[in-house]
């Protein structure tokens, strides 16, 4: 009952994710930086974009309420890659070993569709790699809901007992071991290669 494929979930376990990385370049004041992104750009607000709400829609209404911050706001979208300063270290090398090994390669992000297309583009050197990938707000189903797993699984052609699942959220983890997927909680490439090795993936 050992899995064959490895679906990994992007945002802090592919590539960092933290968007002080682009607002610290835009609000020099840190306490002003923090109170926007605890009350305006906050992550709740931005999980509606992975559930697949467009951002056209939320930063409208998000502007309505903070009108003082709409210029700050409007830079959400555009420049959603910059919150992204580069991938998690070690995991571009281990995603390679484990694609030269062999090991089918899938994923299931929690991601905006429209803020994904071009940041997959951008890294196709790491996507690549990959032989699908289910985007969250494309197919407006979030993690941990049953229902991504079940569509991943049916779409990527594994049954639940051969995928092992990696996600830095333990209760994306717990959704997982739900639907009967292997599934352990990331923190670091050193420690997730151990669990690779344990489930027989890495030699």
Known sequence: MRPIAVVFDIGNVLYDWDPRVLYRRLITDDE?????????????????HDAGRPFAETSAELCARFPQHADLIAQWGPRFSEQIPGPVTGMPELVAELD??????????NFSDEFFVPFRTQEAAMFDRFRDIVVSGAERLVKPEAAIY??????????PHEALFIDDRHDNVAGAQKVGMHAVPFSDAATLRADLTRFGLLG
């Open 100 to 109: 030269e090994a062999g090991v089918p390669l899938f994923a299931i992000t």
């Open 32 to 48: 002003a930086l923090d109170v926007f992104l605890r009350d305006v750009c906050s992550k709740e607000w931005h999980f509606q």
């Open 150 to 159: 079940r569509l991943a699984l049916e779409r990527f052609g594994l049954q």
